[in-house]
């Protein structure tokens, strides 16, 4: 088993800390904080959120894409593939 | 004075809309659900919080940088482009 | 087979008008075009140039991935997913 | 007068060596290079011209917008800000 990947309580800390990072944002903005300061936060929110992403990312190819032709399953397979192929596309662009 | 920017009352509400979208991803990944189906949430969120980002520098360059160069403070009207062009440079990053 | 995926010949023919549009952007430079107007000419070279990279994402997924998988080698399947996703990393961020 | 931006022949140079390095994607291509190592090569590429264009947008701030509001042409300078925003809108999302 590759190790890796994230585990489910990995990514749910992680989220758990951004939830806290944008309840952040909203204060910083409550308090006029100038708004090339907020901007920085939010940039860094972004990367975090691109972090998690490229985690499931991850362990869905290494799942998902990797069981079901390692099972010999061609047609879940290339099925697999084009679900991740849509959502780096999405990604890429969000 | 331009009107099409947000108000504070608008950032809040996005923000906490935000909010409750990431404690919704936490939701989503504690029920194990289908991490394609997760991925298209984060795209949705990375993409609404890039939107208060564009809002905020908007702001910036629409207040801070107008309102100093239209005052006529070289000095301050640089540096207020300056870090909006850092802020520029991490948002095309992030 | 899936049959989705470009020929060789067309990314190659998408390489060259990528850049002919290259080669007009220095045009556009020369001729002191209105920055702006530049810019959005970038914007669209950026574009076609993520669309043959998530192409080549795609034949990478599709075929190196996949055919390890479904000959059933481990270690292969495992060092060209581990190659997509830092790919697939240096895109997101690029 | 701030310093800090390229020459119109740095914009040329970079982006000669841009048009060189597509076409030396295009090599890669017909050699059938590896498509991980041609996916490398096209960040680079992405990431030249990004800074291309970050350059030229400091350019606009810089001076469309600057000098507008400096000026005192309240009218160019808000039509100004209004094109930059919308080029780095474009940007973000390119």
């Known amino acids: 088993m590759p190790g890796y990947e994230l585990t489910k309580d990995d990514y749910l800390k992680r989220l758990?800390?951004?939830?806290?990072?944008?309840?952040?944002?909203?204060?910083?903005?409550?308090?006029?904080?100038?708004?090339?300061?907020?901007?920085?936060?939010?940039?860094?929110?972004?990367?975090a959120l691109r972090a998690v992403a490229l985690g499931l990312l991850d362990e869905h190819v290494t799942h998902c894409v990797r069981d079901a032709a390692l099972g010999g399953n061609q047609a879940e397979t290339d099925e697999k593939i084009s679900e991740a192929?849509?959502?780096?596309?999405?990604?890429v662009k969000s």
């Open 16 to 47: 758990a800390r951004i939830e806290g990072q944008v309840r952040g944002l909203q204060r910083l903005v409550e308090e006029d904080t100038y708004c090339i300061d907020v901007l920085t936060q939010i940039s860094s929110v972004s990367g």
């Open 85 to 91: 192929m849509q959502a780096i596309a999405r990604l």
